[in-house]
T-cell receptor, first 118, second 114 residues
């Protein structure tokens, strides 16, 4: 299966600062990727879907100006949490889609980034 | 509202016991179904998936799941669990109307007593 990495794995920051999380596909090129957020003891909630070279599609309730997504290449996507606040503390997970035909594809997940905003 | 439901939040079993985790979804039409597992401290891994064909799907590590369309269910089973099966299990659905989007259930924590 595909290998997906995220950096950093853990970050602690002060309220009001911005944090950038990188997601890399290590062994294949992915045109579509997803960012999820997982609160403690809860499920993954899809935040946004992005396609390489175009703007991300955000889920309802997700602030696009707060969670900036850049998918500039087929192997790298970044999520920037701007002006982070304590309520943004969460586990952020990226995933890549494995194929072009959505009816037969599988997503491969990164290890996640734990963000703690003080 | 469209949703994925996992009724058991925490299941505790002894080794060698049989396992069945429930999953129901509310989407109509064509769906793709998945079970993902998250071992402690690790990332999500695909356990098994159903796209079409035989509704009884075999996955890794002895897991299987059965798609019952009339019941909108995709329950996960394993005849004999091991301590190493301790993990969080997530059922997920890709609605056919939403390309690539996967909706996750709330997860079931499985604890196996050695």
């Amino acid at each position: 299966g595909a290998v997906v990495s995220q950096h950093p794995s853990r970050v602690i920051c002060k309220s009001g600062t911005s944090v950038k999380i990188e997601c890399r596909s290590l062994d294949f090129q992915a045109t579509t990727m997803f960012w999820y957020r997982q609160f403690p003891k809860q499920s993954l909630m899809l935040m946004a879907t992005s396609n390489e070279g175009s703007k991300a599609t955000y889920e309802q309730g997700v602030e696009k100006d707060k969670f900036l997504i850049n998918h500039a290449s087929l192997t790298l996507s970044t999520l920037t949490v701007t002006s982070a606040h304590p309520e943004d503390s969460s586990f952020y997970i990226c995933s890549y889609s494995s194929g072009r035909d959505y009816l037969q594809e599988t997503q491969y997940f990164g290890p996640g980034t734990r963000l703690l905003v003080l | 509202a469209q949703s994925v439901s996992q009724h058991n939040h925490h299941v505790i079993l002894s080794e060698a016991a049989s396992l069945e985790l429930g999953c129901n979804y509310s989407y109509g039409g064509t769906v793709n179904l998945f079970w993902y597992v998250q071992y402690p401290g690790q990332h999500l891994q695909l356990l098994l998936k159903y796209f079409s064909g035989d509704p009884l799907v075999k996955g890794i590590k002895g897991f299987e799941a059965e798609f019952i369309k009339s019941k909108f269910s995709f329950n996960l089973r394993k005849p004999s669990v091991q301590w190493s099966d301790t993990a969080e299990y997530f059922c997920a659905v890709n609605p056919g109307s939403s390309a690539s989007k996967i909706i996750f259930g709330s997860g079931t924590r499985l604890s196996i007593r050695p």
